[in-house]
């Protein structure tokens, strides 16, 4: 298969136009983080790795490298860390995803950059957190929501909890709080008298985060400690999954009275049904919603509940997502460079976000990076990796 072509980063608009992204390469929230700064329009400029580094993912399909330009620099090499450091004197953010104490060793750490530049954004994206007893353990996504709780509350009462991909842990609970931390300090950074500092974000930190509300109603006695028994876990029969005619799902959502009456009369077993609260009922209510939704199949149902306020919607595959006519009219997905992927977001009337550009490939953009950020030189791959 031939890769898709890739043109070259440049800095371009949305709301962080002028901010400069140092971005130490790694897998997982850390480049996601930064491809999202990125997106919003700052200079994200990747320190890759000689022999790479990551998940084994085509270096031209990685979409999380968009946006951004690459250099190679090897930290271990008795130049690299000077390289880093030359490039922080110069930028506002560095993000970076090692284990604790590795940026330190290598003689980049927090210390060392904010030396050189007082005023940088120093923002440090880990699963356990820069300090505690697993600080120092490997770790993934499914781990971190697993100790927090948020892995036990996702799926059917009578099976094992249902794994989220590495939506809620990686991205939710750690790329986007190590964002939201990044402006924040950028903002401070930014005042009269304002200094850079270090963001510790940490996945453990921002899952658990994440379920403030449910612990807010675990408090008050409206939610069971237990998954699939609660109002928005699945376990309220009008609230998730229904499997349709064709082996499809249909997904509703119909929690409001008004919601609630609108959903069952367009299912057609109104005067069939209780009272929404009268929970003793809820198992007979999920069978009789179960087997109305089998007699038709997903795109039946979909004409059935359109344009309504019934709160349904088909369970669309991620191919399928993009020719959602909802999706396609706001251009929530975007093609660019032979990718089908995720616009930008969110939107911004004045500094609109975009994809620029495609994957970043490792080491492709040091002659633009060292003219554009006043470096005599910077980290270029071999020829024969270009």
């Not at 005042?191 to 930190?205: H, K, N, R």
Request: aromatic share 6%.
């Amino acid at each position: 298969m031939t890769p898709p072509p890739t043109s070259r980063p440049t800095p371009g608009g949305g709301p962080l136009a002028g901010v400069r992204v140092v971005e130490l390469a790694g897998i997982g929230p850390g480049p996601f983080a930064a491809m999202v700064l990125a997106d919003l329009g700052a200079d994200v400029v990747r320190v890759d790795r000689p022999g790479g580094a990551g998940l084994g993912i085509d270096s031209a399909y990685d979409l999380t490298n968009r946006n951004k330009r690459s250099v190679l620099i090897d930290l271990k090499a008795d130049d690299g860390p000077a390289a880093v450091l030359d490039l922080v004197e110069r930028a506002d953010v560095l993000v970076e995803g090692y284990r604790p104490g590795v940026a330190e060793r290598l003689g980049i750490g927090p210390d060392d950059c904010l030396a050189r530049n007082p005023r940088l954004v120093y923002g440090r994206m880990t699963g356990w957190g820069q300090e505690g007893p697993l600080a120092d353990r490997a770790g993934h996504d499914i781990g971190y929501i697993a100790v927090t709780g948020t892995l036990g509350m996702i799926g059917r009462a009578d099976e094992a909890p249902a794994v989220p991909a590495n939506l809620v842990g990686d991205y939710a609970g750690g790329s986007l709080y190590l964002v939201i931390g990044i402006l924040a300090a950028l903002r401070h950074a930014g005042t009269e008298g304002g200094t850079g500092q270090v963001v510790d974000a940490a996945v453990v930190d921002g899952a658990a985060h994440l379920t403030t509300m449910i612990h807010a109603m675990m408090a008050a006695g409206g939610w069971q400690d237990r998954r699939g028994t609660n109002l928005l876990d699945g376990g309220c029969p009008f609230y998730g999954c229904y499997e349709t005619a064709d082996g499809q799902y249909m997904a509703v959502g119909a929690l409001e009275q008004r919601f609630y009456a609108e959903f069952f009369g367009l299912l057609g077993i109104a005067d069939e049904v209780p009272s929404r609260k009268d929970f003793d009922r809820w198992p007979e209510l999920r069978a009789a919603v179960a087997a109305r939704f089998k007699q038709r199949t997903r795109a039946e149902w979909t004409e059935v509940f359109e344009g309504s306020d019934a709160c349904v919607a088909p369970v669309l595959s991620l191919r399928e997502a993009p020719e959602h006519p909802h999706l396609a009219a706001r251009g929530t997905f975007v093609r660019h460079g032979g990718i089908t992927q995720p616009a930008p977001a969110p939107r911004f009337s004045a500094t609109p976000g975009a994809v620029r550009t495609g994957p970043a490939l490792p080491g492709a953009d040091a002659v633009s990076v060292a003219r554009d950020w006043g470096l005599p030189t910077a980290g270029e791959a071999p020829a024969a990796d270009r």
